[in-house]
C-alpha cells in the first residue's frame, strides 16, 4: 500500500471511530444495555466487517436499527436472550450471503434508494436533537447557548477545512481542535464522559447461559429473524451508496456472510449485533477511507478506548460529535431528489416520499417493503396498460390477432378483452409471436380465452408460442396447436 493512501485510510479510521463512540453508546443505552456491549459490539463488528467483508470503505458496527429491534427482548427477557437473538441472527445472515442471495438488493428501486437514504439522513439529524437535552428537559440559558455555539464551530471547520488542505481529515480537525479549546479554556459543556464511562477490559467469552430448547427458540427466533433482515437491509442498501460514492463495485453475499460471522462472534463476546451504519460510512468515505485499513483502524481503535485512553475520550465534548453527524446528515441527504420532483413521474415521488416518511416514523425494513410493495404494484399497472391487439380479416375470411405486450396477472383481463368471440367468424388465429408470457396467469388466460372460443362452436389456432411458454403449457397440462 502505498504511504498515502496508508496515511489517508489510517486518519480516516481515526476520525470514524470518534463519530463511533456515541452513536454505540446511545444505541446500548436505547436497548437498556450495558454501554461497554455496544462498544465491544463496535469493535468486533467494525474490525471483522472490514477485514472479510466484500466492501472496503463501509463501517459497520453497532447500528440503531437494530438497538430498535431488540429493546422489548431485554426488557422482557434478559441480556442473555440478547446474546443468543444476536447469535442466531448472524447464522441468519451468513446463510442468506451463502445462497447468494445478495442480488435480491438488485430488487430495491432507485426512488426506494433515494428515500432510504433521506429518511436515515433524517433520522441521523433527530437523534442529534437528544444531546440538547438534560434528562427529559431541554437544555436553557448559557448550557444552550454554549451547546449552540460549539456545535456551530465545528460545522464551520468541517466545512471550511477543505478549501484550505486536504491533507487531514476535516471532521478529526474539528473534533480535537473543538474539544482542545474546551479543555484549555475551562468552557462547561457537556462531554462523552457524561453519557457513559467507558472504561473496561477485553471482551471475553461469554455464551448465552439459558436452556436451549424449543420454547426458548421461540421466543429468540422472530427477533433473530427481524434483526437480521433490518441488518441485511440496511447494509446491503449502504453497500448500495457506497459503491455510487466511490464509483467501484463491491460483493454483497461476501459482505452477508461477514456481517453474519462478525454477528456471531459478537454475541459468543457480549457484544450487541450490529450491520452497516450510514452516517458513519459517510464520514469514513468523505475523510479519504476507502480501504479496508479504516474500518481495521476504527474497530481497533474502538478497542484502545476502552483499554487505555478513556480517561482522555471522556473529555470530548458531545457538542463537537453532534456538529459532525450534523454535517453527516446533511451530506447523506440526496439534495438532488428535491430538485427532480417535478420532472419525474408522480408514483416515483410518492415513492420517495412514502419511503423516507415510513423510515423516520416506524423502521427500514417497513419503509424499504412499503417502498418495494408500492413500486412494483406501480409497474404491473404500467405493464399491463401497454398490452394491445391488431386485428384484421385475411382473404380466407377468418381472423388474425397479433397481441403486443406482456401477458401477466395484472394484464389478463385487458387481454381478454381484445377478442369478440360472439361476432368473430369461425377460425381464429392468435399470433403470440410479439407477446410475453411471463406467469401461471398468462397461461390460464390462454386457456379462458380458448374455451370461450369453444363454447361459441369456433376454432382458435394459436401462433409463434415461445419454447418458455410450450413449456409453461406442457407444465400445465394444456393442449395447443
Not at 147 to 175: F, S
Not at 207 to 224: E, K, M, Q, S, V
Not at 395 to 411: C, E, I, P, Q
Amino acid at each position: 500500500m502505498k504511504p498515502k493512501r496508508l496515511r489517508a485510510d489510517v486518519l480516516a479510521g481515526l476520525t470514524t471511530s470518534f463519530a463511533l463512540l456515541p452513536e454505540c453508546i446511545a444505541f446500548a443505552l436505547v436497548a437498556h444495555l450495558n454501554p461497554l456491549m455496544g462498544l465491544y459490539g463496535a469493535f468486533i463488528i467494525c474490525t471483522l466487517t472490514a477485514l472479510f467483508g466484500g466492501r472496503p470503505g463501509m463501517v459497520s458496527g453497532a447500528a440503531g436499527s437494530m438497538a430498535v429491534v431488540i429493546v422489548a427482548l431485554v426488557v422482557q427477557h434478559g441480556v442473555q436472550y440478547l446474546l443468543a437473538t444476536v447469535l442466531l441472527g448472524g447464522l441468519i445472515m451468513m446463510a442468506f450471503g451463502l445462497l447468494k442471495l445478495g442480488k435480491l438488493v438488485r430488487m430495491v428501486p432507485y426512488p426506494v434508494m433515494l428515500g432510504f437514504v433521506n429518511g436515515l439522513a433524517i433520522v441521523i439529524a433527530l437523534a442529534q436533537l437528544e444531546h440538547f437535552k438534560s434528562g427529559e428537559a431541554w437544555l436553557s440559558g448559557t448550557p444552550l447557548y454554549m451547546m449552540i455555539g460549539l456545535v456551530a464551530a465545528t460545522m464551520t471547520v468541517v466545512y471550511v477545512m477543505p478549501r484550505l488542505t486536504r491533507t487531514v481529515p476535516p471532521a478529526l480537525v474539528a473534533i480535537l481542535g473543538v474539544g482542545l479549546a474546551v479543555y484549555l479554556l475551562g468552557l462547561p459543556t457537556r462531554t462523552l464522559g457524561d453519557m457513559a464511562h467507558i472504561a473496561g477490559g477485553l471482551p471475553t467469552l461469554a455464551l448465552p447461559d439459558f436452556a436451549w430448547n424449543l420454547d426458548t427458540l421461540g421466543i429468540i427466533a422472530p427477533y433473530a429473524i427481524l434483526m437480521a433482515l433490518v441488518g441485511l437491509l440496511e447494509t446491503l442498501l449502504t453497500l448500495n451508496l457506497t459503491d455510487e460514492i466511490t464509483e467501484s463495485r463491491g460483493y454483497p453475499d461476501r459482505e452477508c456472510v461477514a456481517l453474519g460471522a462478525a454477528n456471531v462472534v459478537s454475541g459468543v463476546f457480549g457484544g450487541m449485533g450490529g450491520c452497516a451504519m450510514i452516517g458513519q460510512t459517510v464520514i469514513n468515505l468523505s475523510s479519504g477511507g476507502r480501504g479496508r485499513l479504516s474500518g481495521v483502524v476504527a474497530g481497533v481503535l474502538i478497542l484502545l478506548f476502552i483499554l487505555f485512553l478513556s480517561p482522555l475520550i471522556e473529555r470530548i465534548p458531545l457538542a463537537a460529535l453532534v456538529g459532525v453527524m450534523f454535517v453527516v446528515s446533511q451530506q447523506t441527504f440526496a439534495w438532488a431528489s428535491l430538485r427532480v420532483l417535478n420532472k419525474v413521474p408522480l408514483n416515483d415521488v410518492l415513492v420517495i416520499i412514502a419511503v423516507t416518511v415510513i423510515t423516520v416514523f416506524t423502521d427500514l425494513a417497513m419503509a424499504v417493503l412499503c417502498g418495494i410493495i408500492i413500486a412494483a404494484l406501480n409497474f404491473a399497472w404500467q405493464q399491463a396498460r401497454q398490452l394491445y391487439a391488431d386485428s384484421h380479416l385475411e382473404n380466407d375470411g377468418s381472423k388474425l390477432y397479433r397481441v403486443h405486450g406482456t401477458l401477466f396477472f395484472a394484464s389478463t383481463t385487458p387481454f381478454l378483452n381484445q377478442f369478440d368471440p360472439a361476432n368473430d367468424p369461425a377460425q381464429v388465429t392468435l399470433d403470440c409471436q410479439h407477446l410475453s408470457f411471463v406467469d401461471y396467469s398468462a397461461i390460464a388466460a390462454l386457456g379462458t380465452l380458448r374455451e370461450r372460443y369453444t363454447r361459441a362452436g369456433k376454432h382458435l389456432r394459436v401462433l409463434h408460442l415461445s419454447e418458455r411458454c410450450k413449456k409453461l403449457l406442457k407444465r400445465a397440462r394444456m393442449q395447443h396447436d
